[in-house]
């Protein structure tokens, strides 16, 4: 869980922290779902699936085996061989990857449900609650829970951990464990913290709890193992008010107790003096890249000796600043893959401008990473080459990081940081599979859990490779990636407004039909995908501050209905109603009236 700002808020006493942890709420429930995937795997009643012609990239290196057969029986890789060596049961499911690549399934070793990715989810960092209450982001992420579940395999994550929020953390973990349509999710409860969030906390169920004392921190440990929890979360946040040694005596001793209760511990620290008092102090991962300084010789011997993992999330922070400037970092992949609805909300940059003091907007607006390389892309270079574990995570859920797709240009970031593409994909295999402590997971081998993904691509040769998913195998069970969500008609005009905003003709393109029609004012604009393509990047080149914001939107059935206000830099915007018809998935047409578009 990212945030960089100052905590900028009181802390409680002793005797209160105590009393607060006692009285935490039980387990909720977690409300009915809305919009659930229904995605039918395509092996559905097969004992056998085999994968034939693929080139996959086998072991704990990758290495490359042309034109072979992965084949699955149940929930486990049953063998592996060339083409010619391997007997495929004559009732197997066949997936044909001639021409294609097989890795093992993607891992985000970094994540939180307890966060959308939009703009409304950190009222701690930005508090727009009079414009969306913090209740009802939290309702939302509940009920649209298992649609984020769909979208991270839909991405080829087949495992992701969860590295602290709320009690209802363990309800996610269940029901991710109890449905087939969903990454393998571990988690962490509550974190401990060196300062206080109490602004996340509106149903007496916080994510973040300042402990101020060894007592308070074992009642917290205590808790979270009750719940078997995966992992033990600190979250040692320096102030000007509190530097990092301040915590430390609690932290060791907690750390410590932690480990005695046979949990792994996790540490968000992002300055230098802070990561290493927290390895110094027993931590088992460090669940970010040291940001403020380039590290040193004698910090990488330190990780070296105590075996620590490195999760570098080189591009969380950035993308808070991004966003506030409402200019949010999104690759095409998000604009695919993530959910709409949130990918939405980052555009709406007057909710952002309104709520703060020009100089506090400015300040944030900072946190846009320089260009790179930067000292989190220098030191994950560094740490890369001493031989120390890294596992590849994204902070996803943060404002501005999207959950599933975020991972693609992580990993970009990564490559750009020095690391081969080979070593990169590793870190989001075989290095997320040695952060969840699962010697099944993470490499293709006989016997291991058959969580793969088939790519059209070779990632080993360009990591941009990850995004070409086309099959995906969680545990056996097979989906083609485009029959895994089951987008609503307002999702699919949502998603081709935000490849509006963004200026992303291709994405654009994509949510129409390839015979759709654009009519405006009762005049034919365009006839055809290529035609729309073309129109629209002569658009978006000679109007490159053009931005649409949704006044209103009316749903029927099939038929969208959006009132839409056309914003150009400084001048006066404008207003236009488009009437969406969707057929199929894509919109078949569009028909604007009112003005121009």
Sequence with gaps: MCCFLDAGLDSLTRSDAIAALAAFSTLPIMPSLTHAPKSRAANAGREFTAIVGATALVGDDLAPLPDAVVLVRGTRIETVGSSGSVQIPANAHRIDGRGMYVIPGLIDSHVHFFQSGGLYTRPDAIDLRSVRPYGDEIAWIKANLHDTFARYLRAGITSVVDVGGPFWNYDVRAEANRMQLAPRVMVAGPLISSVEREILNPNNDPPIVKIDTVEAAKILIDREIAQHTDFVKFWWVVTPDRPAVAFQPVARAAIAYAHERGARVVIHATELETARLAVESGTDILAHSVFDQDIDDAFLDLLREN????????????????????????????????????????????????????????????????????????????????????????????????????????????????????EVLLTATRGGAHMMGRDDLGSIARGKLADLVVLRDDPTKDIRAIATVEHVLKGGTAYRVASILDESAAEIVQRQVNAYNMHDVGVFAETYAPNARVTRNGKIQATGRDQIAAIYAQAFAAKPNRRITIVSREVRGNRVVDRERVIEGNGAPTEAVVAYTVEAGVIAEAVIGNSSV
């Design 307 to 422: 075996k620590t993992i490195y999760c570098p999330t080189l591009l969380v922070s950035g993308n808070y600043g991004y966003a506030f400037h409402g200019r949010p970092n999104l690759t095409p992949v998000d604009l695919r893959i993530a959910n709409p609805d949130v990918v939405g909300t980052l555009f709406h940059i007057h909710d952002v401008e309104t709520a703060l003091a020009p100089e506090r907007l400015e300040r944030i607006r900072q946190l846009r990473s320089p260009e790179p390389p930067h000292a989190a892309m220098r030191n994950l270079k560094r740490v890369h080459q001493a031989g120390i574990r890294v596992a590849a995570g994204t902070d996803a859920g943060n404002i501005g990081t999207q959950h599933a797709s975020s991972l693609y240009a992580e990993a970009i970031a990564m490559v750009e940081s020095g690391l081969p593409a080979r």
